[in-house]
Each structure stands twice: as structure tokens, then as C-alpha cells.
């Protein structure tokens, strides 16, 4: 089957780091996603992953290891507005596009 | 930009009442999603189209069906609503390997 498995709760103080991990069960991979989610809000894409490896985007990074089926997602020098779920996603073999979504790590930054 | 927009951010319907969702993309992306999110499930996906008048269900697709006459329009149909239908639904487009979500409606099914 299919499953994708993340914290459902993390809190974190403001200025500090957080990892967010994710590990994946799929039957093929395309590709690992990240989104972030503020409540009432659509997700909006924050990073992809295809290749083993950490890609760097600014304050976040995020890391996949395909041999494990492992993705984290890193967070430094955390701001209040941080706080949101954070979503990550696999998609499919094939072209069509379709992801496969965890339920989602709701982060609390508190001051 | 790409813009995504769905016809409702809030819906409230009765039980057994045919709903429309609609969802535009003005970017001319090929591909289109509906997903709907509930708490401790995350978005799963009900039905996507790769292209106009193509559609294959998703993980999910009993009790809904899907229109897409034009490019730009995605249309989500639930026949009959139900009350384990309430939900957010969220539509998405991709252009590339990133797909671009609407706003959502939260639909509530009395």
C-alpha cells in the first residue's frame, strides 16, 4: 500500500531550528514535496526533492534519502509566522502528476 | 502569478441536494486536481484530469463526478450529498512538477 507518516503536533520557540521528518511508503516516486498550510489558507509550495541530497531555499531546507524513504524538512531562525502545517507529499510514478499527502505537522512557534 | 480560484469559499447544503464545485486556472496548465482535507487525514485526492474532457478517480472518487469541457475549468459534482461530505475541497493545477492549490470551499452538508 501506500502510506506516508509525519508528526501529527511540534512546537518550537522563535529563532530556533526545527526538523520536521517524514518517511514514505510508495509504490514508485517521483518525487517528495513540502508544503505549508496556515489555517483557512491554501498549501503553498515550498520545496521538491527528487535527487538524494539537502536543497537549501533560503531559512528552510529539505532533505530526502530515497534508499530509506526519508525526507525532513529544516526550519531555522523560526519566526511567529511559522506557525502552520506543514504538508509533505509524494508523487506517483508517471507523468500525471498525482500526489500522495501525509496528514500534515501542525507547528506551533511560541515566543 | 498563476491564479487558481474556486466558485465558493463557504457552501451549506442539504442532504441529497446535487452540489457544484468550481475551480478555474488561468495559466493554461493541462493538468487539475480535487482534494478534499479533513483533520488527521490530510488531502486526499477524489478525481484529476490530465487534459480537457480526460478524467481517472483518485484515491477516493465514490459519491463524486468531475466535468472538464474546457481547459481552464474543472467542475466537481457531488450527485447526491451526504453529511460525511462535509469537507474541505481544494482544487489544484501543475504546472511542471509544482501544483498551485485555490483557496479552498468548505462545504457543509446538513
Known amino acids: 500500500g501506500q502510506n506516508i507518516d509525519q508528526p501529527t503536533e511540534m512546537t518550537a520557540t522563535e529563532g530556533a531550528i526545527v526538523q520536521i521528518n517524514c518517511t514514505y511508503q510508495t509504490s514508485g516516486f517521483n518525487g517528495l514535496f513540502w508544503y505549508q498550510q496556515h489555517a483557512g489558507e491554501a498549501p503553498t509550495f515550498l520545496s521538491y526533492?527528487?535527487?538524494?541530497g539537502l536543497e537549501e531555499k533560503g531559512r528552510f531546507s529539505s532533505f530526502l534519502s530515497r534508499s530509506k524513504g526519508y525526507s525532513y524538512l529544516l526550519l531555522k531562525e523560526l519566526q511567529m509566522k511559522d506557525s502552520a502545517s506543514y504538508l509533505c507529499a509524494v508523487s506517483a510514478a508517471g507523468n500525471t502528476g498525482k500526489l500522495i499527502f501525509g496528514q500534515g505537522t501542525t507547528l506551533q512557534v511560541k515566543p | 502569478d498563476v491564479k487558481v480560484t474556486q466558485s465558493s469559499r463557504y457552501l451549506v447544503k442539504r442532504t441529497g441536494e446535487k452540489v457544484f464545485l468550481e475551480c478555474v486556472q488561468d495559466m493554461d496548465h493541462e493538468n487539475m486536481f480535487w482534494y478534499r482535507q479533513d483533520p488527521g487525514l490530510g488531502l486526499r485526492l477524489i478525481y484529476f484530469s490530465y487534459d480537457v474532457k480526460m478524467k481517472e478517480k483518485g484515491d477516493i472518487p465514490e459519491g463524486y463526478s468531475v466535468s472538464r469541457e474546457k481547459k481552464e475549468r474543472f467542475s466537481l459534482i457531488l450527485e447526491s450529498a451526504s453529511t460525511n461530505q462535509t469537507s474541505m475541497y481544494l482544487c489544484a493545477s501543475r504546472r511542471g512538477h509544482e501544483q498551485f492549490f485555490g483557496p479552498g470551499t468548505r462545504l457543509t452538508v446538513l
Open positions: 526533492n527528487v535527487l538524494d
